[in-house]
């Protein structure tokens, strides 16, 4: 293994507790409703209850194409380890709030904080493995993010053992604690933004409106999944309380574990398979990705309207291979379509459409379910947008950037 191998190996290792922690100090009130309401009043509405998981959505949304474009512009490092600190204390001083709106401020801010680290995370990874591993790469980065919301639950048994101070007290101390570590041993790509072999054609063979289309195609690939996928994310708990009656510790565990170690799988399965069929043809990400949108279609039925419990765990499991799939392969069909000097603004704009999705169905279900709308019913629609998706995503038409294969 070469120095510049291991060094790129490491940035994905330094920035997967990152990813851990951006999911878990995001998710983690997800678990923690019940506790929460029992002492801010306000939090035992369902709608107000949406509106406080839907804010951190709007501000992230608006933020994040801000935050990709300063990602292609400065150092990214200082950029992750800023974004670290920021929402990590952020985290801190929620711990120490005791009204409604002082935590509907600070949720805000983490919002913004947050919106700066994934573009810049995941371009430095796609800098860094070019070709044959970046799929890999990316899906375990990824992977990060499912085990922080894996271990969501954990806050929502603390919260419950102890106190929700307590938990948040917790989880922005090691993200703190980390973000020490970080400003040590990470380090920016020299020479970012610089392709391996040969150089992409000339402006004459640029097919431009070609490469425009496929991003918009992208774009849009990217903000449908996200109905369904924050739909489960924030409202999945709530959904196993009212159908199986399940307390706040077991709903939390049971929504976040499953969905999330079965994620964590597709992430790895995505992005190896995706490896192996992008080096046997250009269109073997998007294949991949489409696979996974199909089964988050079928799956987010079943979670739905199955009438069994074990059988919406299943259906929770098949959802997160499937998004798994799907979200290993985001950042890396981006760099088909988006040259280098791009991506972190790139991936910026899809976070905002993927993310605005997101804040306008959290608390879109609350409302709903406020006004008698069963949350189950609600969560079998979120199938429409999914199956759209897939349908887009394999009339894609990507290119291999790096190498200047044009399909």
């Known amino acids: 293994m070469t120095s510049l191998t291991r060094q790129a190996w490491l940035v994905v290792a330094l920035l997967w507790p990152v990813a851990l922690l951006n999911y878990l100090d995001r998710q983690m009130i997800a678990t923690m409703g019940v506790s929460m309401g029992a002492e801010i009043v306000e939090l035992r509405s ?67 904080s947050e919106a700066f680290y994934m573009p810049a995370g995941l371009s430095l990874i796609a800098d860094y493995h070019r070709g044959a591993t970046r799929s890999l790469a990316i899906g375990i980065h990824m992977s990060g993010l499912y085990t922080g919301q894996a271990l969501g639950g954990v806050p929502g048994w603390i919260a419950q053992s102890l106190s929700w101070h307590a938990a948040f007290a917790i989880c922005g101390g090691i993200g703190v604690t980390y973000g020490v570590i970080l400003a040590i041993f990470l380090r920016e790509k020299e020479d970012r933004g610089a392709v391996t072999t040969s150089p992409l054609p000339g402006p004459e063979h640029d097919h431009s409106s070609v490469r425009w289309i496929g991003y918009v195609m992208l774009v849009i690939c990217f903000a449908l999944p996200s109905f369904p996928g924050w739909a489960v994310k924030n409202w999945l708990p709530t959904l196993l309380q009212d159908r199986f009656l399940l307390d706040q510790k077991s709903s939390g565990l049971w929504a976040t574990i499953i969905y999330a170690s079965a994620a964590f799988c597709g992430v790895l399965a995505g992005g190896k398979s995706s490896d ?19 089964c988050t279609a079928i799956a987010i039925v079943g979670i739905g309207l199955a009438p069994d419990f074990w059988i919406v765990i299943a259906c929770s499991a098949l959802y997160g291979f499937g998004f798994g799939m799907f979200d290993a392969n985001s950042m890396p069909i981006l760099c088909q379509v988006a040259p280098p000097r791009f991506r972190g603004t790139g991936y910026g704009l899809m976070n905002f459409c993927g993310t605005g999705a997101g804040a306008l169905v959290t608390p879109l279900l609350g409302k709903l379910k406020d006004s008698g709308t069963p949350l189950a019913l609600s969560f079998a629609y979120c199938a429409i947008p999914a199956i759209l998706a897939a349908a887009i995503m394999v009339l894609m038409r990507p290119r291999d950037r790096d190498r200047g294969v044009v399909t």
């Not at 204390?89 to 711990?95: E, F, K, S």
């Not at 046997?280 to 489409?290: F, K």
């Open 46 to 112: 369902a709608a107000a209850y949406g509106l406080f998981m839907g804010v951190f959505l709007q501000v992230y949304a608006i933020a994040s194409p801000f935050g990709g474009a300063i990602a292609d512009r400065v150092n990214r490092k200082w950029l992750i380890v800023g974004s670290l600190g920021i929402w990590s204390a952020v985290t801190l001083l929620m711990g120490i709030a005791h009204d409604f709106t002082t935590l509907l401020w600070l949720r805000g801010v983490m919002g913004l």
């Open 276 to 294: 192996f069929l992008f080096a046997r043809h250009v269109h073997g990400r998007t294949w991949v990705s489409a696979s996974g949108l199909l």
